[in-house]
């Protein structure tokens, strides 16, 4: 993670998403990040990071099912009154 992006590798290849909000939630870190440049309408995903404390570089994967739906409504109320809009 650099300066507000996050690059994936996948087999399709690199995958550059925009950095939106982080929070702790029971001891683990998320971040909610979308696939849109800024000020375009997009989609967002909430990755949870699975390194090790001793990691010197996070592992983030996609969250899911309840876990993701329960992380996203604590972005949503950390971003009330931000130009940011979260429609499901």
Do not use: W
Request: contains cysteine; proline residues 2%; charged residues 35%.
């Amino acid at each position: 993670m650099e300066g507000g992006r996050i690059r994936l590798q996948s087999e399709d290849g690199n995958l550059e998403l925009e950095i939106l909000e982080e929070t702790v939630v029971s001891g683990i870190n998320y971040i909610l990040v979308t696939d849109a440049p800024e000020g375009e309408d997009g989609t967002c995903y909430v990755m949870k990071d699975i390194s090790a404390p001793e990691d010197e570089e996070a592992d983030y994967v996609f969250a899911e099912g309840d876990e993701a739906e329960s992380v996203m409504d604590v972005f949503a109320k950390m971003l009330e009154g931000e130009d940011i809009t979260i429609e499901r």
